[in-house]
C-alpha cells in the first residue's frame, strides 16, 4: 500500500541557517508523482512543487532545493538560509498513476520554526 | 476572482444539525476533493469526484455526503453532525489525471458543538 512517511514532527531553526525536511514515500507503482505543499499560519495550502518518478534530477527554486532519489525512495526538501517567513507546516504527498481519479496521500507534515 | 474557493470559512454548529459547506471552482477542473484536516492525522480524503454527476468515496467518508451536478461546484453535507467532526475541512481540485497537480481552496473550519 501506498505510504508517506515525514519523521521530522518539528524542527525549530535560527535565520540563515539551513534546514532539511524528509520524505521516505512506499508504492509498488513504478509511475507515480511527489508534492511538496506548504502551510503557513494563514492556514492555505500552497503547492510547492510536483516530481514524477522518471526524473530523478535536483531540482533548485531559489532558496529551496529538492532531492529525489529513488533508491532510498526519499524526496527531501532543503531549504537555505531560512527565514522567518519560511515558518510553516511542510507536508509530502505521493499520487499513484495506475489509479486514475485517486487523491493524493499526504505524510503527516514537518512543522518548520524559524527563529530571528 | 479565479481560483478554487470556500465558503463559509468559519462555522460553528451544534450536535445533531445539518451542515453544507460550499465548494466553487472557476477553473472547469474535471476532478474535485474533499479533504479534512486534523492534529495527528494529517489530510485525509472524504470524497472525491471524477466529473459532474461522478463521485467516490475516499477513506473517511461514513456521515458526509457530496453530490455535483455542476462542473464547478462540489458541496459536501454533515447530515447529522458530531463532535468528531470537528476539523478543518479543504476542498481542492485538479484539471485532469494523477500527472496534474491539486490546488487547494482556503479551508473551512468547522466547530461542533
Known amino acids: 500500500a501506498q505510504k508517506v512517511t515525514q519523521a521530522q514532527t518539528e524542527i525549530s531553526v535560527v535565520e540563515k541557517e539551513d534546514v532539511t525536511l524528509d520524505c521516505v514515500y512506499e508504492?509498488?507503482?513504478?509511475?507515480?508523482?511527489l508534492f511538496w505543499y506548504k502551510q503557513p499560519p494563514s492556514g492555505e495550502l500552497v503547492f510547492l512543487i510536483r516530481?514524477?518518478?522518471?526524473?530523478?534530477q535536483n531540482e533548485i527554486s531559489g532558496r529551496y532545493s529538492w532531492n529525489f532519489q529513488k533508491s532510498t525512495s526519499s524526496f527531501n526538501f532543503t531549504i537555505t538560509a531560512s527565514q522567518v517567513v519560511d515558518s510553516a507546516v511542510y507536508f509530502c504527498?505521493?499520487?499513484?498513476?495506475?489509479?486514475?481519479?485517486?487523491?493524493?496521500?499526504f505524510g503527516k507534515g514537518t512543522t518548520l520554526s524559524v527563529s530571528s | 476572482d479565479a481560483g478554487i474557493t470556500q465558503s463559509p470559512r468559519y462555522k460553528i454548529t451544534e450536535t445533531g444539525r445539518q451542515v453544507t459547506l460550499m465548494c466553487h471552482q472557476t477553473?472547469?477542473?474535471?476532478?474535485m476533493f474533499w479533504y479534512r484536516q486534523d492534529l495527528g492525522h494529517g489530510l485525509r480524503l472524504i470524497y472525491y469526484?471524477?466529473?459532474?454527476?461522478?463521485?467516490d468515496k475516499g477513506e473517511v467518508p461514513d456521515g458526509y455526503v457530496v453530490s455535483r451536478s455542476k462542473t464547478e461546484n462540489f458541496p459536501l453535507t454533515l447530515e447529522s453532525a458530531t463532535r468528531s467532526q470537528t476539523s478543518v475541512y479543504f476542498c481542492?481540485?485538479?484539471?485532469?489525471?494523477?500527472?496534474?497537480?491539486?490546488?487547494f481552496g482556503p479551508g473551512t473550519r468547522l466547530t461542533v458543538l
Open positions: 508504492t509498488r507503482d513504478t509511475t507515480y508523482y
Open positions: 516530481r514524477n518518478s522518471f526524473d530523478e
Open positions: 469526484s471524477a466529473a459532474a454527476d461522478i463521485t
Open positions: 481542492a481540485s485538479r484539471a485532469g489525471g494523477n500527472t496534474d497537480t491539486q490546488y
Open positions: 477553473w472547469s477542473h474535471s476532478y
Open positions: 504527498a505521493l499520487s499513484e498513476a495506475r489509479q486514475a481519479g485517486t487523491a493524493l496521500i
